[in-house]
Antibody, heavy 123, light 107 residues
Framework: QVQLRESGPGLVKPSQTLSLTCTVS??????????WSWIRQSAGKGLEWIGR???????NYNPSLKSRVTISVDTSKNQFSLKLTSVIAADTAMYYC???????????????WGQGTVVTVSS | DIQMTQSPSSLSASIGDRVTITCRAS??????LNWYQQKTGKAPEILIY???NLESGVPSRFSGSGSGTDFTLTISSLRPEDFATYYC?????????FGPGTKVDIK
């Protein structure tokens, strides 16, 4: 079955760029019917959707983060990635990648999640 | 953005109890409402999608109802493995938003 796994540095300095990758296994990121999302969870803000990408490269971002976020996809590696620039302490969180079921495949939902990776912003 | 609220924020219950959690959206979202369960140290897992559809593999003691702005998640008979935090999430529009969660612990 499809599995997702996040990877990337666990510690990022303030003002620098947070970079994470999600590797999809057990299925193709190019299969139809799914977006691929990033979601974060912090004690202060709960669960927050960051944005999503389709295999074609089409993206949607949360307006609250849009100016700092880029999500990209590498279909040859079956991966998608998150970059968050100019990070501050408030960006410290558990970051999850998730499969985002499109409406053509049924009511939209995050139906598969990665295990998550903790990112701490600190000097 | 659509704001999601949940009540209660926490509850204590016993094995075998019937548990009901409420979620409210700040505007109508039809039945585009999902419920997730999160256990300590784990990622959320989907339980219910489209307000009332049980995700494959989820026990039938879980059920969901509602439409518009008001929704409920019911656990008909609480089991030890159900002690967790439950989140609602709207999939009506972007950005996707989640409720603050309801923690269910042991009485």
């Amino acid at each position: 079955q499809v599995q997702l796994r996040e990877s990337g540095p666990g510690l990022v300095k303030p003002s620098q760029t947070l970079s994470l990758t999600c590797t999809v296994s057990g299925g193709s990121i190019s299969s139809g019917g799914y977006y691929w999302s990033w979601i974060r969870q912090s004690a202060g803000k709960g669960l927050e959707w960051i944005g999503r990408i389709y295999a074609s490269g089409s993206t949607n971002y949360n307006p609250s983060l849009k100016s700092r976020v880029t999500i990209s996809v590498d279909t040859s590696k079956n991966q998608f990635s998150l970059k968050l620039t100019s990070v501050i302490a408030a960006d410290t969180a558990m970051y999850y990648c998730a499969r985002d079921r499109m409406i053509v495949a049924g009511p939209p939902a995050f139906d598969i999640w990665g295990q998550g990776t903790v990112v701490t912003v600190s000097s | 953005d659509i704001q999601m609220t949940q009540s209660p924020s926490s509850l204590s219950a016993s094995i075998g109890d019937r548990v009901t959690i409420t979620c409210r959206a700040s505007q109508g979202i039809s039945t585009y409402l999902n419920w997730y369960q999160q256990k300590t140290g784990k990622a959320p897992e989907i339980l219910i999608y489209g307000a009332s559809n049980l995700e494959s593999g989820v026990p039938s003691r879980f059920s969901g109802s509602g439409s518009g702005t008001d929704f409920t998640l019911t656990i008909s008979s609480l089991r030890p493995e159900d002690f967790a935090t439950y989140y609602c999430q709207q999939s009506y529009t972007l950005p996707r938003t989640f409720g603050p969660g309801t923690k269910v612990d042991i009485k």
